[in-house]
């Protein structure tokens, strides 16, 4: 009789499937929350990390170029964009803006139309 027992080892770290991004539901305009102040992020976490993965797939689920935290609801001070829609390559590389700051202002004005 054989006393060798097969054994597994158990893994070290657990395994979970990546986390799918969420579409987020979008504030409109008269919201209050459009023009209320919104708080600086103070630390990047696994939280402000998935919101930001959120903010792109639903920027991209609305077919938009930028969206900001306050139009999913988040008072943040985060924003994110898609900066190769110029070049006609949508959602390549979008980038994430947190605790952005305007640290220079032109002279002249620029009108446009949203």
């Given at each position: 009789?054989?006393?060798?027992?097969?054994?597994?080892?158990?893994?070290?770290?657990?395994?979970?499937?990546?986390?799918?991004p969420?579409?987020?539901?979008?504030?409109?305009?008269?919201?209050?929350?459009?023009?209320?102040?919104?708080?600086?992020?103070?630390?990047?976490?696994?939280?402000?990390?998935?919101?930001?993965?959120?903010?792109?797939?639903?920027?991209?689920?609305?077919?938009?170029?930028?969206?900001?935290?306050?139009?999913?609801?988040?008072?943040?001070?985060?924003?994110?964009?898609?900066?190769?829609?110029?070049?006609?390559?949508?959602?390549?590389?979008?980038?994430?803006?947190?605790?952005?700051?305007?640290?220079?202002?032109?002279?002249?004005?620029?009108?446009?139309?949203e």
């Amino acid at each position: 009789m054989d006393s060798m027992q097969e054994t597994q080892a158990e893994p070290t770290e657990p395994t979970s499937e990546p986390r799918k991004p969420q579409a987020l539901p979008l504030t409109y305009w008269p919201s209050s929350l459009l023009s209320e102040p919104c708080f600086p992020i103070a630390e990047i976490t696994q939280g402000i990390r998935d919101l930001a993965q959120d903010m792109i797939f639903t920027m991209m689920v609305h077919h938009g170029i930028g969206l900001a935290a306050p139009q999913v609801g988040q008072r943040l001070r985060m924003f994110v964009v898609d900066i190769d829609w110029v070049r006609g390559v949508k959602y390549a590389s979008p980038h994430v803006f947190i605790n952005p700051a305007i640290i220079t202002v032109g002279s002249g004005e620029v009108e446009s139309q949203e």
